[in-house]
T-cell receptor, first 114, second 106 residues
Framework: EPEVTQTPSHQVTQMGQEVILRCVPI?????FYWYRQILGQKVEFLVSFYNNEISEKSEIFDDQFSVERPDGSNFTLKIRSTKLEDSAMYFC????????????FGPGTRLTVT | GIQVEQSPPDLILQEGANSTLRCNFSDSVNNLQWFHQNPWGQLINLFY???GTKQNGRLSATTVATERYSLLYISSSQTTDSGVYFCAVPGNQFYFGTGTSLTVIP
């Protein structure tokens, strides 16, 4: 069964460093998402991406964050200058078409900022 | 945005017991998903259930969209059912509930 993959599974970085989290969505999906989950809290929406542009973003997704689909398969989340409070699990998700079909989530990347 | 509340927040069950988890949402939706977050943090799709009832093994879910709630039933619980259960609904973004943390003890 096709699945969303994410790399790395765990990343440790120092405050102020840039990180790039990578995702490979399911191949025929057209909508892509990033979510964040701080330890012990609920999952929060960050951004949605369709047709090579951001379609929706939350207030969390400030200028420190950016997303890109550099080729036909990868979808990346960049955090320019990490802060301690960026420590969280980051999930990528994808879905097929318009409307609110089922979203498929990747296994997550645990980001630890020290 | 849409408010999504889940109850109970915590649940401890003896292995073999049944349970019902509830998800209430504040606005009309045309989609709802249930997820199980396992102890490793992975989100596992359980159900995509905009309305009606679906069953998958020991789990079933019912969504009554007109009354803005969904229920997840777990029967004959097993220790592997432990983890956090989230429901999520779409609006301008995808809104997750607060979660129910389930612990099944042998």
């Amino acid at each position: 069964e096709p699945e969303v993959t994410q790399t790395p599974s765990h990343q440790v970085t120092q405050m102020g460093q840039e990180v790039i989290l990578r995702c490979v969505p399911i191949s025929n999906h057209l909508y892509f998402y990033w979510y964040r989950q701080i330890l012990g809290q609920k999952v929060e929406f960050l951004v949605s991406f369709y047709n090579n542009e951001i379609s929706e973003k939350s207030e969390i997704f400030d200028d420190q964050f950016s997303v890109e689909r550099p080729d036909g398969s990868n979808f990346t989340l960049k955090i320019r200058s990490t802060k301690l409070e960026d420590s969280a699990m980051y999930f990528c998700a994808s879905r097929w078409t318009g409307g609110w079909n089922e979203q498929y989530f990747g296994p997550g990347t645990r980001l630890t900022v020290t | 945005g849409i408010q999504v509340e889940q109850s109970p927040p915590d649940l401890i069950l003896q292995e073999g017991a049944n349970s019902t988890l509830r998800c209430n949402f504040s606005d009309s939706v045309n989609n709802l998903q249930w997820f199980h977050q396992n102890p490793w943090g992975q989100l596992i799709n359980l159900f995509y259930i905009p309305s009606g009832t679906k069953q998958n093994g020991r789990l079933s879910a019912t969504t009554v969209a007109t009354e803005r709630y969904s229920l997840l039933y777990i029967s004959s619980s097993q220790t592997t059912d432990s983890g956090v259960y989230f429901c999520a609904v779409p609006g301008n973004q995808f809104y997750f509930g607060t979660g129910t943390s389930l612990t099944v003890i042998p």
